[in-house]
């Protein structure tokens, strides 16, 4: 392994660390912050816990109901879409998409929540995103975490979404924490192949970009 992989790699090592920490447990609230976002943590815990309920249903067209439906066009970025879904029409095509359906049981957890007020009637929040999943595509279930955030809006029914996005980490810091918690004996890490596969993604001029944008004392 090259001096840069190894340098690249015990950074990974030393973030995954940190990122453990956060998602460790299950439902808990970030509770430091000041008293009026501690208020607004709890209130915005337990919207997230309907979700949790909402999810249970394994009916996610269900999932309306905790968004603020005045909204003129919400945003929505789940982990494994390629693109944001805007607007009512995107949102609904993913909840509910036309043909049967190849999820057979999903499991939402929230973890980690901390908000803080953006103006008198709107709010954003930082939590963690535990999914268990079976789909009949796959011989098994399969669970993923992600990081995310959301902007929700005081109506009269309370708390409301109208932005919602996840947010995991960078497949080298992903796959680095499941080979982690989870290698068996006699398996080689996948991060040098993973690496590999970042250097060919590398724009073509960014070599020459480099040898005239360089940090002060940076000489390679």
């Known amino acids: 392994m090259n001096a840069k992989l190894q340098a690249l790699v015990t950074g990974i090592a030393l973030l995954l660390a940190t990122q453990a920490g956060l998602a460790a447990g299950q439902d808990q609230a970030d509770t430091s912050g000041t008293v009026n976002d501690q208020t607004l943590t709890a209130e915005i815990d337990a919207v997230l816990n309907e979700y949790e309920a909402l999810w249970d249903k394994q009916d996610p067209a269900q999932l309306i109901a905790l968004w603020d439906q005045n909204d003129p066009e919400p945003f929505y970025l789940a982990e494994e879409q390629p693109e944001w879904r805007i607007g009512w029409d995107q949102l609904k095509d993913y909840w509910s998409p036309a043909g049967p359906s190849v999820t057979e049981s999903i499991r939402m957890r929230f973890d980690g929540v901390r908000a803080r007020w953006l103006a008198d009637d709107l709010a954003f929040a930082k939590f963690w995103i535990r999914f ?28 409301r979404l109208i932005t919602w996005a996840e947010s995991p980490g960078s497949p080298l810091l992903y796959v680095q924490r499941l080979y982690k918690q989870h290698r068996q004996e006699g398996e080689s890490s996948p991060i040098p192949y993973l690496s590999v596969l970042y250097e060919r993604h590398t724009r073509d001029d960014f070599a020459a970009f480099m040898q005239t944008h360089k940090k002060p004392g940076k000489k390679k």
């Open 132 to 159: 268990d999943t079976k789909m009949s595509v796959m011989p098994g279930p399969f669970g993923t975490d992600a990081r995310a955030s959301a902007i929700f809006r005081k109506t009269d029914a309370g708390w």
